[in-house]
């Protein structure tokens, strides 16, 4: 597994950061490297549920989705609904970037004043059943990128193995939080995530 550690600055558009983005092309490049000269059928498909003003929203074959109608996205959408619109539609990813709100008080700020109010059950589990949807639509060999204050990712139970965790320490100010990015592979059968289990440890 590669792990690296950065000290850089991180703003509210953590893609916009470099050392972010670099890695966020390397895996997009690799599963376009395969389409384009493996043979795969078909053409890369992309998603991201947190798009806010970001990249993805102008990158070829990934749908969007934010909350916020100012953005330009293709969904305005609670996160677990539109997992369940993924799902309903049947894509299946070959990458799922996953950036959403990373506390309590970021997703208030960014569901509240809207004309969406913060529920419960947001509170008690934030995005586990978005999370569960999605990962099924995952293409196996995919990938799915995380960002937040943990390295929890989609996690094993889903059917994911860590690959690379970069740690991004805020330069400016040293007392906040450390920046997770996280890249998991979508794994063929529980043989393999047994053995990919024994190697994370």
């Not at 916020?68 to 293709?74: E, H, L, M, Q, S």
């Not at 913060?118 to 196996?140: I, R, S, Y």
């Not at 400016?172 to 289990?197: C, H, I, M, N, P």
């Amino acid at each position: 597994m590669i792990m690296s550690h950065h000290i850089t600055n991180i703003t509210s558009q953590p893609f916009d950061n470099k050392l972010i983005r670099k890695i966020l092309d390397r895996v997009i490049n690799r599963i376009n490297y395969r389409y384009l000269n493996e043979s795969v059928p078909g053409h890369p498909l992309f998603v991201d549920p947190f798009a806010n003003d970001s990249f993805t929203n102008y990158l070829q074959g990934c749908i969007t989705n934010d909350l916020n109608p100012k953005f330009n996205t293709n969904y305005n959408l609670e996160f677990k609904d539109f997992a369940h619109e993924m799902k309903e539609i049947d894509h299946q990813f070959d990458l799922v970037i996953f950036d959403p709100p990373y506390s309590l008080r970021q997703l208030k700020d960014n569901y509240d004043g809207i004309g969406k109010d913060l529920k419960l059950w947001q509170t008690h589990n934030m995005w586990g059943e978005g999370k569960d949807v999605l990962a099924q639509l995952v293409k196996v060999g995919g990938y799915v990128i995380s960002l937040g204050w943990t390295t929890a990712g989609f996690g094993r139970k889903r059917g994911f193995s860590k690959r690379e965790v970069h740690v991004f320490e805020q330069q400016a100010r040293e007392d906040r939080y450390s920046l997770f990015l996280v890249v998991e592979q979508k794994l063929q059968t529980k043989l393999e995530l047994q053995f990919e289990g024994i190697e994370e440890e």
